[in-house]
């Protein structure tokens, strides 16, 4: 019977025999600090971006809310004589209300303010004295506020008719 011998290694690994050496089986300390750094950085990235997105998102609900709020005055307006627009002249809602008069209770912290003025016939920037009967133009303008904060505006003409 053989006998097996076992080999053993005479290299012996010295400080002297593993400077200037690649590590084959693994990353070094450096190279892992760095990687987590890159992670971190990442990571903070994606937090300050999220919350400019929040930001952003809850920019675009109050814009969309007060543009439904103009637009509740503006079918409103339009309902109503042309003689019965100047009771909108300065006047408030607040809580805001719909095109049927309705107070929009879920609505409370916002407020509508609308303007009524008499227009000339051939300059609509001109305003001309209100209840003047000889004008056939009316600039109607709404503004939505938050908070006291306006957010949205909005003006259109309505003719006699």
Do not use: C
């Not at 919350?51 to 509740?72: C, H, P, R, W, Y």
């Amino acid at each position: 019977m053989r006998k097996h011998r076992l080999r053993r290694s005479k290299r012996i690994n010295t400080d002297y025999e593993m400077r200037g050496t690649r590590y084959e089986d693994g990353f070094s300390l450096i190279e892992v600090l760095i990687a987590i750094l890159l992670v971190g950085l990442a990571i903070a990235s994606l937090v300050t971006a999220s919350s400019a997105f929040t930001k952003a998102n809850g920019a675009g609900v109050e814009l969309t809310t007060a543009e439904f709020l103009i637009v509740q005055v503006r079918e409103r307006t339009v309902l109503v004589d042309y003689a019965d627009l100047y009771a909108f002249d300065d006047e408030s809602f607040s809580p805001p209300q719909n095109a049927n008069g309705d107070v929009l209770n879920d609505l409370a912290a916002f407020s509508q303010q609308i303007t009524v003025e008499n227009v000339s016939d051939s300059d609509f920037e001109q305003v001309v004295p209100d209840y003047d009967p000889n004008s056939h133009f009316v600039r109607i303008t709404v503004k939505v506020f938050l908070n006291l904060r306006e957010i949205s505006s909005a003006r259109w003409l309505r003719a006699r008719y």
